[in-house]
């Protein structure tokens, strides 16, 4: 009986393992956006919560028109100080 539960609990965690493993796979890759960085975007998936102040890094994500997903990172102002000098 100790030796099923075991075999049992060990085949649940691989198998979460490799569920684990395969989500980090398809998650796409970060892109840094700098001066004239080609962009091909069919339709964006994740847009970045501008409720800050100041600049920082933002990402974007997005689908290309050959339907691969994409993150963009680049730097913006936030909105939430406008006017403030």
Do not use: W
């Amino acid at each position: 009986m100790k030796t099923t539960l075991i075999a049992l609990t060990l085949t649940a965690l691989s198998s979460f393992a490799l569920t684990a493993n395969a989500d980090v796979k398809n998650m796409p890759q970060v892109q840094e956006y700098t001066y004239g960085t080609k962009v091909d975007i069919a339709e964006v998936t994740k847009t970045p919560n501008l409720n800050f102040c100041g600049v920082r890094p933002v990402d974007l994500g997005y689908v290309d028109h050959m339907g691969k997903a994409h993150t963009l990172r680049y730097e913006t102002s936030g909105n939430t100080c406008l006017g403030d000098n």
